[in-house]
């Protein structure tokens, strides 16, 4: 059974830094690109970050870039967003998911085959 569990989220006031970890089990980790996503309240969720299972290559949404940072563990079964400069407007539940390597972009939530449950942002203004 697969699981992904969220950790390091919490309240920051603005231009903070926080850093998630995402750690899984019961799956080959390393063969699985992972990506956080994040839903605030009343609203959808969106795609944030992206990374191949060889950390190779990386994505961001434009409203993190140059702010967030994705990195993986791989030893570790672990995955990482190191958030900095944040912005009231991040507050949210972040998610961690995994998904097989395929052509579909990596913003489709619905390539994703695994979530964890989701860890709670909240940045002060």
């Known amino acids: 059974q697969v699981h992904l569990v969220e950790s390091g989220g919490g309240l920051v006031q603005a231009g903070g830094s926080l850093r998630l970890s995402c750690t899984a089990s019961?799956?080959?980790?390393?063969?699985?690109?992972m990506g956080w996503f994040r839903q605030a309240p009343g609203k959808e969720r969106y795609f944030v970050a992206h990374i191949t299972g060889s950390s190779i290559t990386t994505l961001y949404a434009d409203s993190v870039k140059g702010r967030f940072t994705i990195s993986r563990d791989n030893a570790k079964n672990s995955v990482y967003l190191q958030m900095n400069s944040l912005k009231a407007e991040d507050t949210a539940v972040y998610y961690c998911?995994?998904?097989?390597?395929?052509?579909?972009?990596?913003?489709?939530?619905?390539?994703?085959?695994?979530w964890g449950q989701g860890t709670q942002v909240t940045v002060s203004s």
């Open positions: 998911a995994a998904r097989f390597p395929s052509n579909t972009p990596v913003q489709s939530l619905a390539s994703y085959a695994y």
């Open positions: 019961g799956l080959t980790f390393s063969t699985y690109t």
